[in-house]
């Protein structure tokens, strides 16, 4: 583990992930546990009521979206482990040197659309709960805080949020979907008020769901992993399950029992 913290393999002179380093399936358990759950993933069941949806149609999307992003999922962790190399040393044995800047590029790109989107969700969630106002501003401090972390260094506030904050926040909406299935059970049933309905179809509404679920970076990460084709599936499963699904229902039912399409307010009256 030392060795791993001084040394992450992604140089060209050192750019495979010795066997010995290899990590077991709990470590990525946990860890894609923490990409698939949050307040972003209530925001997903959040969206699927604003479109319309019944629970029972918002757990189908969700499960056929995430059952055709683990069939990408599983091939690309598979990769990872099998070569051990990032995506920079792979696009570039594949693409050339040019190839590879361009992959990485996209790379790049991508996740700062998910950073502001986060830094978005998170204003307004403090907006709601405290009334802050100067969401733009904010947002962009948030966003540049993000960033700049991701920067100077993730270790500690990676564990910090696998081991402390992911644990507490799935028990809390573990609870949170207990208790309104045994106290307002009766009011879950049917699809939401006609003036909540969105213009997104099915399989719209499956690509968003897809859109979440994707990250992008998994053979990066499982080059840690065991390089056997089915041996991610387990820690996709439960992450996805207790994460996305579970994320997911909850945040439908939130909208159900707030009657609002406004996010902030909506977790202020939860959380209330």
């Given at each position: 583990m030392h060795e791993s913290f001084e040394h992450d393999y992604s140089t060209s002179q050192v750019g495979i992930v010795p066997l010995d380093q290899r990590r077991p399936l709990w470590h990525f358990a946990?860890?894609?546990?923490?990409?698939?759950?949050?307040?972003?993933?209530?925001?997903?069941?959040?969206?699927?009521?604003?479109?319309?949806?019944?629970?029972?149609?918002?757990?189908?999307?969700?499960?056929?979206?995430?059952?055709?992003?683990?069939?990408?999922?599983?091939?690309?962790?598979y990769l990872g482990s099998r070569t051990g190399q990032t995506h920079g040393l792979l696009t570039r044995s594949i693409f050339g040197v040019a190839g590879s800047w361009l992959v990485s590029v996209?790379?790049?790109?991508?996740?700062?659309?998910?950073?502001?989107?986060q830094a978005h969700l998170l204003v307004n969630i403090w907006d709601g709960l405290y009334g802050w106002g100067h969401v733009v501003a904010l947002t962009?401090?948030?966003?540049?805080?993000?960033?700049?972390?991701?920067?100077?260094?993730?270790?500690?506030?990676?564990?910090?949020?696998?081991?402390?904050?992911?644990?507490?926040?799935?028990?809390?909406?573990?609870?949170?979907v207990i208790k309104v299935v045994l106290t307002d059970g009766g009011e879950l049933g049917g699809p939401p008020p006609p003036d909540t309905l969105g213009a997104h179809g099915f399989w719209a509404l499956v690509g968003i769901v897809i859109g979440f679920c994707m990250w992008g970076n998994e053979p990066d990460i499982f080059r840690y992993g065991n390089p056997?084709?089915?041996?991610?599936?387990?820690?996709?499963?439960?992450?996805?399950?207790?994460?996305?699904?579970?994320?997911?229902?909850?945040?439908?039912m939130m909208a159900r029992l707030a009657q609002t399409t406004d996010f902030g307010p909506l977790i202020r009256l939860t959380t209330d």
């Amino acid at each position: 583990m030392h060795e791993s913290f001084e040394h992450d393999y992604s140089t060209s002179q050192v750019g495979i992930v010795p066997l010995d380093q290899r990590r077991p399936l709990w470590h990525f358990a946990g860890l894609w546990l923490t990409f698939a759950s949050g307040f972003s993933f209530l925001f997903v069941g959040f969206e699927l009521y604003a479109a319309g949806q019944s629970l029972d149609d918002a757990i189908e999307i969700v499960c056929v979206g995430g059952g055709i992003y683990m069939g990408y999922a599983v091939f690309s962790a598979y990769l990872g482990s099998r070569t051990g190399q990032t995506h920079g040393l792979l696009t570039r044995s594949i693409f050339g040197v040019a190839g590879s800047w361009l992959v990485s590029v996209f790379i790049l790109i991508t996740p700062l659309g998910w950073v502001a989107f986060q830094a978005h969700l998170l204003v307004n969630i403090w907006d709601g709960l405290y009334g802050w106002g100067h969401v733009v501003a904010l947002t962009v401090l948030m966003a540049g805080a993000m960033v700049l972390n991701n920067l100077v260094g993730f270790s500690g506030i990676a564990v910090f949020a696998r081991f402390v904050v992911t644990p507490l926040l799935v028990v809390w909406v573990l609870y949170l979907v207990i208790k309104v299935v045994l106290t307002d059970g009766g009011e879950l049933g049917g699809p939401p008020p006609p003036d909540t309905l969105g213009a997104h179809g099915f399989w719209a509404l499956v690509g968003i769901v897809i859109g979440f679920c994707m990250w992008g970076n998994e053979p990066d990460i499982f080059r840690y992993g065991n390089p056997r084709f089915w041996w991610s599936l387990g820690a996709y499963g439960f992450g996805l399950t207790f994460g996305l699904l579970l994320f997911a229902i909850a945040g439908w039912m939130m909208a159900r029992l707030a009657q609002t399409t406004d996010f902030g307010p909506l977790i202020r009256l939860t959380t209330d």
